[in-house]
């Protein structure tokens, strides 16, 4: 049985790793096997939130996590923009959870999945600078000299400006 390691996330913001096999995470949140092959990253599925009974299923860009009504469990590694956010949703989240009986207060499930899309919002916000660092230059140079490889790198850049914004 293979263990994946996971950071376990309670309802106090408390956050710890833990490895858990596959079959102990679909009875823990009563998930069929095929709503967990959504968190592998060795599938590459769109972007999905699925709804269940039980748990909320989240793959969005590189966050992926299963959230339920007491905890929140998503991969170990995370790109650096969603780091950022996680961090600052975290200490956010932390302090929603103290002030629960706010007007404003929301479940456990909401909060998290707040951070979860702040997070996958921040990883693509980090995208488009790097692609406009990258574009301008490529775009001058096509200008002052027509080539087939400068043809062929705008393209490719052209390619990657549609998938992100088709996201």
């Known amino acids: 049985m293979?263990?994946?390691t996971?950071?376990?996330v309670d309802t106090l913001g408390d956050s710890q790793v833990i490895e858990v096999d596959k079959f102990t995470m679909m009875r823990r949140c009563d998930l069929p096997a095929r709503d967990l092959r959504l968190l592998d990253p060795l599938f590459v599925y769109p972007s999905t939130i699925l709804g269940r009974e039980k748990a909320i299923v989240v793959n969005l860009e590189q966050i992926r996590c299963i959230i339920t009504a007491d905890e929140g469990a998503g991969d170990v590694?995370?790109?650096e923009g969603a780091q950022l956010s996680l961090r600052r949703g975290g200490n956010r989240f932390i302090e929603n959870m103290q002030d629960n009986n706010s007007?404003?207060?929301l479940p456990f499930e909401f909060k998290a999945l707040e951070v979860a899309l702040e997070a996958a919002c921040t990883f693509l916000?980090?995208?488009?600078p790097e692609l406009e660092i990258?574009?301008?230059?490529l775009l001058d140079e096509l200008t002052s000299k027509i080539s087939t490889l400068n043809l062929e790198r705008v393209r490719r850049l052209k390619s990657r400006l549609v998938a992100l914004t088709r996201r």
């Open 2 to 4: 293979k263990l994946t």
């Open 6 to 8: 996971r950071i376990r």
């Open 77 to 79: 590694w995370q790109p």
């Open 103 to 105: 007007p404003d207060y």
């Open 125 to 128: 916000d980090t995208q488009m």
């Open 134 to 137: 990258e574009g301008y230059p």
